[in-house]
């Protein structure tokens, strides 16, 4: 059975803190198992590899954004990074650029930060 992780930086979308979330590749797409927060002042290794394409997802397991609680994650279309986002929010803000707007369509592609 495949175990590739892969390690993702996210900022929560309500406290701008950095979060690091970990996918598990389950053979068709990467799926989010947990997030935690990311130490001031580590950095996460960088990957090897370009943007990772494949489908984007969660576990019944993942426990939400360390911060707020939020139980997804949105992949901005501006600055391309991933910030934590709840269902039940009607408008996105992007903690990063400030890009704002509804949620649509689906998180289909993500630079990867780091394999292990
Ligand atoms: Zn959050
Ligand atoms: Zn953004």
């Not at 996918?23 to 996460?44: T, Y």
């Not at 990063?96 to 369509?105: A, D, E, H, K």
């Amino acid at each position: 059975m495949d175990q590739e992780v892969m390690f993702v930086s996210m900022v929560c979308s309500s406290q701008r803190l950095p979060t690091v979330l970990r996918f598990r590749w389950d053979g068709s797409m990467f799926l989010a198992v947990g997030a935690s927060k990311q130490r001031p002042g580590s950095v996460i290794p960088p990957g090897d590899g370009g943007p990772v394409h494949g489908g984007f997802g969660t576990t019944p397991d993942y426990p939400g954004c360390p911060y707020c609680g939020a139980d997804g994650f949105v992949h901005c279309g501006r600055c391309k990074e991933l910030s934590c986002y709840d269902d039940s929010w009607e408008i996105f803000t992007c903690p990063r650029c400030g890009n704002s707007g509804r949620i649509t369509g689906t998180i289909d592609s993500v630079s990867g930060l780091g394999t292990a």
